[in-house]
């Protein structure tokens, strides 16, 4: 806990943020740039799947990021929740828009791969369904923390909610193991012996990192957007209450 | 434990009072359904079909309704934080809550249920299954809807936040109960969806009036 | 690309758009606190010299 109270000053975290900021964003550019070219171009096409294997160069990264982006959602409720850490609260509320977005490129290119794999656009098996629960899980936490005049207690009630709705991370991760479904499933798992070519792990493990690097990035600047926020609002408040 | 047994006949007693909620919930969860002949047409074979899931899902419509009340008369006069201040654990407050909104809703959807199920000329051995999967089912209904009506407390426009954040929590128990009724019409073994839906509503009740406490709590720190 | 072109370019233009909207909302966000703040601080800034002489006024 030591290190994490270094960074409850937000002044301290916005000078960390500034130094570290430049380093991911070059970080991230440049997975994306080495990650696109294994994928569309130095990675053969699947035997089964053809070339629409390389949408799985996107979809799967990003549907990682979408229960990592919950995780982190949930771990920082629990802080803010149990430690009362300031920062946690703000980390919380800016995860919430930004594993949204992956999860919706999840839904999206998923759709768009089962489309010529399986010949619809979407299934009812458990790894959908629980996807689309951690959607709108989601979109309920978005709406519940700007749901109260009071942003703390607005704060509070997502982070009971990000808590709640945790139970759904483990039912995706394992949906495909417990249930006979449609969707296969995972081939990276296994480390030892991957059921997948090396040809096609490099591209997509450079996605991934690419992907985990802008989550980051991203997740940074929209702490420092909710900070700046606050300190606007905690001003016009005290110079309404100096009048 | 005789402490959360006065809160339980209190919990009754107001909702007796205002006796209009049970019926109102019955009349909707009625009407709701009967409006699915219109829709999909009167073809018996059809209706039969899907009478089921439309029960299910009109069924977790209704016990939606009542659920923004469950603590608001209580926070807006000031009880709510009388009874946190009560000898008795909160997460017990919550469970008779939680109970007296079972009783008011749950039950009575139950009672209703054959009717529809007789309008929409449900297999006959479809019967006591789909009253065995509301009768396990709905009482994680009103668990699961108690975390949503204790974190929405005070919100701007609650009672349709109540719906967004209840509904995805809500389906789990809709695949099961519908998914046991369809094991049964079809012939499949039925045990295994009636076992998870049980599990639900064990793992439901402690977690639920906890994490449903926990809310109040932060709800009128 | 094997006769699913049709398939894979929109399902990548479509993650490029979300991952750029994203980015795009948040700088946007960011930008406009940071402008609020700043408005903020210049009209707090002649306060003091004003405020310094108000109960003599009042």
């Known amino acids: 806990m030591a290190n994490l109270h270094r960074f409850a000053n937000p002044n301290r975290f916005l000078r960390f943020s500034r130094v570290i900021l430049p380093w991911l964003a070059g970080i991230t550019a440049l997975l994306f740039i080495v990650g696109l070219y294994y994928a569309l171009f130095a990675s053969p096409a699947d035997y089964q799947q053809g070339e629409t294997v390389r949408i799985m160069y996107v979809h799967v990264p990003a549907a990682w990021i979408s229960m990592f982006g919950y995780s982190v959602m949930a771990g920082a409720s629990a802080t803010a929740l149990i430690w009362r850490h300031p920062l946690a609260d703000i980390t919380a509320r800016a995860a919430a828009p930004i594993g949204a977005g992956f999860t919706l490129i999840t839904l999206a290119t998923g759709s768009l791969w089962g489309k010529p794999m399986w010949g619809t656009w979407w299934v009812w098996d458990a790894r959908l369904t629980s996807v689309l629960i951690l959607f709108f899980l989601y979109l309920g936490h978005i709406a519940l923390s700007r749901a109260f005049d009071d942003p703390t207690r607005g704060a509070k009630a997502a982070a009971v909610l990000a808590l709640v709705g945790f139970v759904n991370v483990p039912i995706i991760k394992f949906s495909v193991d417990w249930w006979n479904v449609l969707h296969q499933p995972a081939s990276v798992s296994r480390l030892a012996a991957p059921a997948i070519d090396p040809s096609m792990l490099r591209p997509l493990l450079i996605m991934a990192l690419a992907f985990t690097f802008y989550f980051l990035t991203l997740l940074l600047l929209q702490i420092r957007a909710e900070l700046t926020h606050r300190k606007v609002r905690a001003l016009q408040l005290a110079q309404a209450s100096a009048q | ?221 | ?58």
């Open chain 3, 1 to 58: 690309m094997g006769g699913h072109a049709a398939f894979i370019w929109p399902a990548l233009g479509l993650t490029a758009a979300v991952l750029i909207l994203m980015l795009v909302a948040t700088l946007y966000s960011l930008r406009s606190g940071e402008a609020a703040l700043s408005r903020l601080k210049a009209t707090r800034e002649p306060r003091p010299g004003r405020r310094s002489p108000a109960p003599d006024a009042g």
């Open chain 2, 1 to 221: 434990m005789n402490a959360a047994f006065v809160i339980l006949r209190r919990e009754l007693h107001l909702a007796l009072r205002g006796s209009g909620d049970s019926a109102t919930t019955v009349l909707f969860f009625i009407l709701a359904a009967i409006l699915f002949p219109f829709g999909v047409g009167p073809e018996a074979s059809i209706l039969a079909r899907i009478g089921a899931g439309v029960i299910w899902v009109v069924a977790l419509l209704a016990a939606m309704l009542s659920l923004e009340r469950m603590f608001l008369t209580d926070y807006e006069d000031g009880s709510l934080e009388l009874l946190t201040l009560a000898p008795l654990p909160l997460e017990l407050v919550v469970l008779a809550k939680i109970a007296a909104h079972w009783i008011t809703t749950g039950l009575p959807l139950i009672v209703a249920t054959p009717l529809l199920a007789i309008l929409f000329g449900l297999p006959p051995q479809a019967f006591p299954i789909l009253l065995l999967t509301m009768l396990i089912g709905t009482p994680t209904l009103s668990l699961l809807g108690c975390i949503g009506a204790a974190l929405t407390l005070g919100a701007r426009r609650g009672g349709v936040l109540i719906a967004l954040l209840v509904l995805p929590l809500y389906i789990p128990v809709l695949i099961f109960g519908v998914g046991a009724i369809d094991a049964a019409v079809t012939g499949l073994p039925v045990r295994p969806h009636l076992l998870i839906l049980a599990s639900l509503l064990v793992v439901a009740l402690p977690l639920c009036p906890w994490a449903a406490a926990a809310a109040l709590r932060q709800a009128l720190d």
